[in-house]
Every structure is written in C-alpha cells, then in structure tokens.
C-alpha cells in the first residue's frame, strides 16, 4: 500500500509521491525559544519524528531540518529573568540549550541541521531583495512589506478571500502598508517596547530589556527579519527551492505559512512545497495548550514523572491531524498501555530465552496474530500515519503473546508431552514490537530519558556547549555548565585535546 497524506494545501488526501523516488525533503516550523518547552511542543515533535521513522521504514533517504526562532520580541521579554542571559542572543542560547536536552529525552531522531534565524540573516537579506526586484514587496520608512495584491494566488493554503483578510502585523505598521494584509518582510529598528512589554511575565523588572534586541544592517535601514521570510529562508538555504513535506502546528496555517507559500513561490517561480501536513492542537481544559496561556505541563517535568515510552505512547495514541486532550486520566491510560506491552515484551523474552521453547511446537494463532498486526500497522501508518490504529496493532501482538505465555506455562508446569513455547513464534513477535515499536519511538530495552547521566550523547552536546562559551570569553558561564553537571556526578577534566568527562563514583 502507497503511503497517503492529507494535504492541506488541497484539503485532500493523496499518495505521496516525493520528487526523487529514493529521497525525501522535510521541513518542520520549530519553536520559538523564548519559554521551557512544553508537551504541546512535544506532541508535534514526536509526531514529526514519527514521520521521519516511517518514511525511513519505507526505504527513503530523508532530509529533516527543524529550525530555530532565535529572534523575536518574546525572547526580548526574558532577558535578565531568572538568570537566563542579558540580551537576546544569550537567552535565546540558553532556552536553545534546554531544548536540545528535551529533544534527546524525547528519543528524537536527530535532524539533519537546526538552522537558527540568527545565523541565516544574509539569506534573509538576499531573499527580501529578490521579491523587491521582481515587484512583490516595496520598502517603507526603511521597513519592507510583501505586496500581497500582486501574488495572485494568495489565501490558497487557509482558503480565505484578500478582501476578507484582517491586517496583519503591528497596528503602527498600518500607516506604511499599502494594503491591510501586507506583511513585514524586514522591520526596521529594534524591538517595539509595547510588543516586549505584552510578553514580560507578571512582576519582573522591565527595565531596558528591548534596548538588547539584535539589529542587522540591510540596503534599507538597520533593523530587523520578519517572522514568516525567516523560514522561506532557512527552508531555501537547506532544502532547495522546493520542499516534499512542509509539516507546522495547525495554528501556523495563516498568516505564516500562507506567508511563506507567497513569498517562496513569488521570488523562486516553483511550488514551495507539496505537500502541507498540520499537527492539530494539544488541550488542557477545553484551552490549546500554549506558553503564552500559562497552561502547560514542560516537557523536562513529564519526562521526569512519567518516563519517555509512556510519554511517546500518550503522545501517539491519537493521530497528528485529531485533537488531543491532556489530563490524568489520559496518561494513566498511557500508562497502563506502555506497561501492557512492556510485561509482554518481557513475558515473551523470558520464554523465549527459556529451555521450555521448543523448536517443533507451532502456535498457528499467535503466529497468525502477529503476522496480521504487522499488515495492520503497516495499513495504519500509510494510512496518513495513522498511529493510534498502529499502536492498536502493537497491543494485539501483546494480547497474543500474553495468551500464548499463559496456555503454554500451564503445560510446562503440568509436565505435559508437549508442553512448551513456540520459539519461532515467539521469536516474530518479540522481533516485532522491537521494530514496529521503533517506528512509534518506544524502546523495549531500558527507560529512554536522555538525562546526562545516563545519556553520554547529551554530555557531549553540553561540553560543546561549555567550550563555545570559553571560546567567546564566557568564561563564568562554562564554569556553571561544568558546575552543573559535576552535580549530576559527571567529572570534568579539562586537558591539551579538550575536555574528557567521566562518572563520578560518589562517596
């Protein structure tokens, strides 16, 4: 069965067909690293990972990049709040750095590149340039807005009329756009004081925090990118001018995402992207959760509480594309479903490795089960990846072995002729949740946190980290990451060929 996607783009669902056979080019809008992220955030990056795994599965070669908002007014409101830096650029590194720990909890395939905003300004420049060469954007007060009347097509993605458009952008920008629905491609300036203030958390200091906003120069004025040129650029720049599978938030189709289609499409003359898929929102009392609302529980908390497999199997129970709700219930449910298949997995492993498996004993039921769970999960995933179906799969495989453990232990007890396991078919079943799990992200062998001291991978991105920050004179800052992670019993030594590390052996 050819792998189906619904597009958003045409509201159907199509057989994926990507422009080369043998390789696919994935973009996903990341997070704006201005809070902790939260298991909104993750419910979409699980999802994602979970397409990047299946399309994997299916033999593609595939390019994943996932970016950065390292610029941006709410990042501004944190500077100087509970020591997360003091200017833009380091608070956006610290959130990048918590970040990338939660990403690595989460058992996240790594993307091929993390673009950041900061690092892809002359790419930005370049692009605004073009689409002013060409008549779709003029300047204004040294700012430069996307004529959305001269890109004919505009409103495709969220199939909305331009004159039923609502003005977007700041209410002061209104006096220099031509049209109400005429978009920032570069503002120029620094941070507007009144759009940090919105965004500074109940009783902190406001102090001078916009005055620490990165600015750039441009052939117009000093000032800064718009948000949605931002990911035209970096998606460009990776990926080309043309993408297989543009994957965001459904929150982001308008105005960003019908933003980068017209700026994309006006300065390169080629479709932008596909295929559009959208992750449908995370709730919390009746409420998508979201930093902004204050209703969130942080990624690095759920981890804690409840573990990665638990978490990844709450996460995929509903689809990309259906709502989901968090609440006590729904995790216990979670729960009592990644246990259910982890004391099968475990019951099955003990069997198997058991002198009572026996070669010529055939379960044809057990054995037909899983071969039927493998058909279903197949369907489910190319079915739009449909993993809550997928999941259902991977617990029927559970049910049959826990029914085939039970009958046959009776026998072995019982001393019965041919008492014992079907080591072939238990072997097929145990061999499938290792591999159609691996595709939902859960791992049967051991608890996936990706803290440091049990991940040496998060360490060495941590050390990186630290050398960076000595490399440009941070040096207070290193001595707090080493200091850090000396608290969670890893050693730092310091020596001619760079820093080594080991694990502490406690008092």
């Known amino acids: 069965m050819t792998l189906h996607v619904t597009n958003t783009l045409t509201g159907e669902t199509e057989p994926f067909e990507p422009q080369d056979p043998d390789n696919v080019l994935l973009y996903y809008c990341g997070l704006t690293v201005s809070d902790p992220p939260h298991l909104g955030h993750a419910r979409s990056w699980v999802h994602v990972d979970v397409m990047h795994r299946w399309l994997e599965y299916l033999g593609y070669d595939v390019r994943h990049v996932e970016n950065f908002t390292d610029i941006n007014e709410k990042i501004v409101a944190r500077v100087g709040e509970d020591d997360l830096g003091e200017d833009e650029a380091e608070v956006a590194r610290t959130y990048i750095e918590r ?6 909890s989460l058992n996240l395939l790594r993307a091929e590149v993390y673009p950041r905003v900061s690092e892809h300004v002359p790419e930005i420049v370049d692009l605004v340039e073009t689409l002013m060469e060409k008549g779709y954007a003029y300047e204004s007060n040294g700012s430069v807005y996307f004529d959305v009347t001269q890109f004919d097509e505009y409103g495709k993605l969220s199939n909305q009329e331009l004159e039923e458009i609502e003005s977007q952008g700041d209410p002061d920008e209104r006096t220099e756009k031509r049209h109400p ?57 990776h990926l080309g001018e043309t993408l297989d599978l543009h994957v965001g938030g459904r929150d982001l189709v308008f105005p960003h995402h ?45 981890v804690e509480q409840w573990g990665t497999n638990v978490l990844r199997t709450f996460l995929t129970a509903g689809s990309y594309n259906s709502k989901q709700l968090y609440s006590d219930e729904t995790i216990a449910e979670a729960e009592e479903r990644w246990e259910r298949l982890e004391r099968a997995y475990d019951s099955a492993v003990e069997a198997l490795d058991s002198p009572a498996a026996r070669t010529k004993l055939d379960d044809e039921e057990l054995r037909a089960t899983v071969d039927e769970a493998r058909e279903t999960f ?12 997928a999941q259902s799969a991977l617990l029927s495989i559970a049910t049959a072995i826990n029914r085939h453990v039970a009958e046959s232990a009776d026998t072995v007890r019982d001393n019965e002729a041919e008492s014992g396991y079907d080591y072939r078919g238990l072997r097929r079943a145990v061999e499938s949740l290792e591999e159609l799990g691996d595709v939902l992200g859960l791992s049967f062998v051991g608890e996936t946190t990706g803290t440091a001291d049990l991940a040496g991978d998060v360490v060495e991105l941590v050390l990186d980290v630290r050398e960076r920050e000595r490399g440009d004179g941070n040096y207070e800052r290193a001595d707090e990451l080493r200091d850090e992670l000396e608290r969670l019993g890893i050693e730092i030594q310091d020596t001619d060929e760079g820093p080594s590390y080991r694990l502490s052996s406690g008092e």
């Open 181 to 237: 629905a005429d978009f920032a491609l570069w503002k120029a300036g620094g941070v507007d004081e009144h759009a940090v203030l919105e965004h500074r958390h109940d009783g902190v200091n406001f102090e001078c925090a916009h005055t620490t906003a990165q600015t750039w120069d441009s052939p117009w004025r000093e000032g800064r990118p718009g948000w949605h040129i931002e990911c035209s650029a970096m998606s460009m720049t």
């Open 378 to 389: 197949t369907t489910a995933m190319n079915d739009d990846f449909n993993t809550r179906e």
């Open 258 to 302: 019908e933003n980068e289609i017209a700026q994309s499409e006006a300065a390169t003359g080629q479709v932008f992207a596909n295929y559009w898929l959208h992750c449908e929102l995370f709730q919390m009392d009746d409420e998508k959760m979201s930093s902004s609302l204050g209703n969130f529980v942080t990624v690095d908390d759920a």
């Open 99 to 104: 970040t990338l720990v939660d990403m690595r």
